[in-house]
Nanobody, 119 residues
Framework: QVQLVESGGGLVQAGGSLRLSCAASGTIFSINTMGWYRQAPGKQRELVAT???????NYADSVKGRFTISRDNAKNTVYLQMDSLKPEDTAVYYC?????????????WGQGTQVTVSS
């Protein structure tokens, strides 16, 4: 089992910055990919950014050049630095971890943290 605890959400004005953190605990040795997803009211949950244990990153087109994902393997923590925030970035942000080995993977989710960007 993997437990994920997020922090760092809040209210910020458009153009501002926020940094989200997600600390993993439990069977962390089994984690390969960690990332962030978000869900705005009335919309489906969508990928924001992911980073594999090998260092490969993937970003949604809407956040490329503004958001940066990073991992501190020693602290078992993944971060999302969000710059140049826009009102459309407003959503609940969820940390995600994929653990296991092919073909037995398990998705784990954090409880979510609210990010609100005012115009």
């Amino acid at each position: 089992q993997v437990q994920l605890v997020e922090s760092g959400g809040g209210l910020v004005q458009a153009g501002g910055s926020l940094r989200l953190s997600c600390a993993a605990s439990g069977t962390i040795f089994s984690i390969n990919t960690m990332g962030w997803y978000r869900q705005a009211p009335g919309k489906q949950r969508e990928l924001v950014a992911t980073k594999t244990s090998g260092g490969s990153t993937n970003y949604a087109d809407s956040v490329k050049g503004r958001f940066t994902i990073s991992r501190d393997n020693a602290k078992n923590t993944v971060y999302l630095q969000m710059d140049s925030l826009k009102p459309e970035d407003t959503a609940v942000y969820y940390c995600n971890a994929i653990a296991g080995s092919n073909p037995y993977y398990t998705n784990y989710w954090g409880q979510g943290t609210q990010v609100t960007v005012s115009s």
